[in-house]
């Protein structure tokens, strides 16, 4: 799920501009060759993978928190093909069971305390059908990641309607395992907003430990979209549980 500075009807039309080229869709896309597939996308956001999944043959469902990112999904190309769903991951309550659910965009570090956790994991698990499997991914812990995090790092993008924004990520505070983060929107000299968010990093022993105490046996750990084995300087911790 995205940060919840993505409420925001204009900075939900950033975000497809601010995530392209993502070797993470081609990854979890791969995931659902035998079509046909019931698919859920948690933390679906604008809605550009589960129509991608719709389009390959599979039964799409996409749920995300955010409104103002479900209009931008229902709205999109292909949009029709996808039954659209307003909650969190724990409080996803939904008539179905699915064979693949994925949860994209680093969403599981924004659940930041065991019980937010152990809550989505559990609803997640809930919600699979006999042999479904849940993937997703998390920032390696262990790399650091956040200390990158400048003010000078500035992305310059094109907003239809709007023009340039110049949008630039910055670190204010590290609390344990708990990173919070800035993202400043300049639309103009005088148009300036600033969205926060804390994202919790873990590492691959403890988010081992989450996934077996939510009832999942058959666990698969990856340290990048290559497929490449977990090691020291992995950027991603990708979960494939059965």
Known sequence: MPSTSY?????AGLYDLLNTGRADWEFYLALGE????AVLDMGCGTGGLA??????GHMATGADPAPAML?????????????????DAAGLALNARFDLIVMTGHAF???????EIAAALAALRGHLAPGGRLTFETRNGAVRAWESWVADDVDVIELSGHG???????TVAVEGPLVTYEIRFRFGPDDLVVASDTLRFMGENELRTFVAE?????????????????????????????
């Open 71 to 87: 209009e931008i999904a229902r709205a999109r190309p292909g949009g029709e093909q996808v039954h659209w769903v307003e909650s």
């Open 164 to 170: 340039r924004v110049e949008v630039a990520y910055q």
């Open 34 to 37: 035998d079509a046909p597939l």
């Open 109 to 115: 570090q924004t659940l930041r305390s065991n019980d």
């Open 7 to 11: 409420t925001d009807p204009r900075l």
């Open 214 to 242: 939510a009832g999942f046996t058959d666990v698969t750990v990856l340290g990048d979209w290559d497929g490449a084995p977990v090691g020291p300087a992995s950027p991603e911790l990708i979960v494939i549980a059965r």
């Open 51 to 56: 129509v991608d999944f719709a389009a390959c």
